[in-house]
């Protein structure tokens, strides 16, 4: 199984600031890789997949970059909407895995 | 718009069975592979299991496999997971989700969920 490591755990960040999350795959992955925002209450939202392709409807300042095993989804200028846990999932190989999330808070 | 309604969630003894339901709508359902990832409460995201558009390919997570059993009803735009012989880790939102076309398996669309609680 493929582990999927998340950093950091909690990211404080003002709004109009960059985030950087990082995103650590065991054994390369390629770019079989999906970043996914899920605020309080809610349902998960895909953001990117195929590690650099923005979801229908995401905006641009959401980016994801990276291969093989290293990873970054970068927000350019957090707004208040973008407080939310981040989750990157591998479909490199099966299992499916998730990394654990990064909380993106004020 | 895509619309996945999840249902069938509540309380149920450890050893017992639920029959989730997920009732797709606004897209083409027989052209999409789906599947079924659950939270526990506070915690993060767990791949369960995933079926081919065709229904034909099915693949489960070593926690519920031989436990759990996806399936669906393309003449009803309707997904299922039959869950048997249940533990008090089973206990999770579990989120119905439709994968993506044109690529890996990445899960495009999610329903709001439903609560699954095993409990004595």
């Known amino acids: 199984e493929i582990v999927m490591t998340q950093s950091p755990a909690t990211l404080a960040v003002s709004p109009g600031e960059r985030a950087t999350l990082s995103c650590r795959a065991s054994q390369s992955i390629g770019t079989n890789l999906a970043w996914y925002q899920q605020k309080p209450g809610q349902a998960p939202s895909l953001l990117i997949f195929?590690?650099?392709t923005r979801a229908t409807g995401i905006p641009a300042r959401f980016s994801g970059s990276g291969s093989g095993t290293e990873f970054t989804l970068t927000i350019s200028s957090l707004q208040s909407a973008d407080f939310a846990v981040y989750y990157c999932q591998q479909y490199n190989n099966w299992p499916l895995t998730f990394g654990g999330g990064t909380k993106v808070e004020i | 718009e895509v619309q996945l309604v999840e249902s069938g969630g509540g309380v149920v003894q450890p050893g017992g069975s639920l029959r989730l339901s997920c009732a797709a709508s606004g897209f083409t359902f027989y052209s999409y592979g789906m599947g079924w990832v659950r939270q526990a409460p506070g915690k993060g995201l767990e791949w369960v299991s995933v079926?081919?558009?065709?229904?034909?390919?099915?693949y489960y997570g070593d926690s519920v496999k031989g436990r759990f059993t996806i399936s669906r009803d393309s003449s009803k735009d309707t997904l299922s997971l039959q869950m048997n012989s249940l533990r008090t880790g089973d206990t999770a939102v579990y989120y119905c989700?439709?994968?993506?076309?044109?690529?890996?398996?990445?899960?495009?669309?999610w329903g709001q969920g439903t609560l699954v609680t095993v409990s004595s």
């Open positions: 989700a439709r994968v993506g076309q044109r690529g890996g398996t990445r899960f495009d669309f």
């Open positions: 195929d590690a650099v």
């Open positions: 079926i081919s558009s065709s229904g034909t390919v099915t």
